[in-house]
């Protein structure tokens, strides 16, 4: 069965809870800001860096029954919001959620479904699952299916600004604390790829046999650098190499996957899930879709159930704390991203969400998306920078 048709096939099935059949009248929808959180050490990867600090934003909205949904939103859409999706939101009478998504989803149009507006309109999509969710008193996992309470998690980081033993211990540690797969980055514009080998193959051989071991390239590499790397690569047990190259150059993506028997993993920049059957008929065998960035979690299921269907591998990263409920509804194959170096800090301002044991993140049971951010303690602190409200 061709791609398409299996994403289709997802898209109309039964689920337990159907959220286009759900309706909905948003009376109210507030954004609010997070002066930045600080990292404990800055954060290179191959491209871009340092990052010194990470600023949060964040969307509530309100349904006329008093319940609210909220969630990350890209601080970047703001004007798509207040031009865009706010007036949608506030107009609309009471309708089923198709005809409000339809709506959203053909009002971003000129802006380009792969780009910045398709990412926002995936943000606002998994914050009306936490609402729904939690009009039913249930777990978004629940709601979307899933039996499981968990899901496995990879350890994700290696920044370029660890180097030598602090790399090594970094990977380590993750080890012991029962991650089965870590990720490291490498490369950059002033590597070799003898300096990238050594730094791989350092890690590779600190970690245990069983414990694989993924590297990231941020795009960074031309095609020629890409093919040498992969034949150093080859015989060094490496569980997937992601985005070696440019992840719209699919040409090049597909010369390079003829060329190597690794892995190659692509998906997280991808904004449509229309893109996907391209990016398999090139030869890649790893989909890395993320959750909230793909325009409609309908869709993101859907590129799972893809995976699924022509054995590939399928992970998910994003942030992992409101992340992680939709990547254990995809199903047990999924494994979800946890880019520890980026994310750990965090939790300084979050009231409740997952516990993380041996490489699993464990599920709060509280209705929603399971995750929580302490509002009480950021106005406390005045660590709320801007705030925005609209209502009816």
């Given at each position: 069965m061709g791609s398409t048709k299996i994403l289709k096939r997802w898209q109309d099935r039964p689920l337990l809870n159907n959220i286009n059949l759900e309706t909905f009248k948003i009376v109210e929808i507030m954004l609010r800001i997070i002066s930045p959180i600080e990292a404990k050490t800055p954060f290179y990867d191959a491209t871009m860096g340092p990052f010194?600090?990470?600023?949060?934003?964040?969307l509530t909205i309100k349904d006329d029954e008093g319940f609210t949904g909220e969630g990350e939103f890209p601080l970047s859409a703001g004007h798509l919001l207040k031009k865009t999706f706010v007036p949608i939101l506030l107009d609309s009478p009471k309708m089923k959620y198709s005809k409000l998504f339809e709506t959203l989803?053909?009002?971003?149009?000129n802006e380009g479904f792969r780009g910045a507006s398709a990412q926002a309109l995936g943000h606002l999509d998994k914050i009306f699952y936490d609402l729904a969710s939690k009009r039913k008193n249930m777990p978004v996992h629940?709601?979307?299916?899933?039996?499981?309470?968990?899901?496995?998690?990879y350890a994700s980081g290696g920044g370029l600004n660890l180097k030598g033993t602090a790399l090594i211990d970094e990977c380590l540690q993750w080890e012991e604390q029962g991650y089965e797969t870590v990720k490291?980055?490498?490369?950059?514009?002033?590597?070799?790829?003898q300096e990238d080998i050594k730094?791989?193959?350092?890690?590779?051989?600190?970690?245990?046999?069983?414990?694989?071991l993924a590297v990231d390239a941020n795009q960074f590499m031309n095609l020629e650098r890409a093919k040498q790397l992969s034949v150093e690569l080859q015989d060094m047990d490496i569980a997937w190499l992601e985005e070696p190259l440019h992840s719209a150059s699919l040409e090049e993506i597909g010369s390079l996957c003829s060329h190597t028997k690794l892995n190659i993993a692509y998906g997280e920049s991808e904004r449509s899930s229309k893109v996907f059957p391209s990016i398999i008929r090139a030869g890649v065998k790893h989909l890395q879709p993320i959750a909230g960035h793909i325009s409609s979690i309908i869709d993101w299921l859907g590129i799972y159930e893809v995976a699924k269907n022509k054995g590939l591998e399928f992970t998910s990263?994003?942030?992992?704390?409101?992340?992680?409920?939709?990547v254990s509804a995809a199903g047990e194959l999924a494994l979800m991203e946890f880019l520890e170096p980026v994310l750990k800090p965090m939790e300084e301002i979050i009231l409740y969400g997952p516990k993380i044991e041996n490489g699993y993140f464990f599920?709060?049971?509280a209705p929603g998306v399971g995750a929580s951010i302490d509002w009480d303690k950021l106005r406390s602190q005045k660590r709320i920078s801007d705030k925005k409200v609209w209502s009816t």
């Open positions: 010194l600090t990470y600023e949060y934003c964040f989803f053909w009002n971003i149009r629940a709601y979307l299916g899933s039996g499981r309470d968990n899901v496995k998690a490291i980055k490498f490369g950059g514009l002033k590597t070799s790829v730094r791989i193959a350092a890690v590779r051989d600190a970690l245990h046999s069983n414990t694989r990263g994003g942030n992992s704390y409101f992340n992680c409920q939709f599920f709060s049971e």
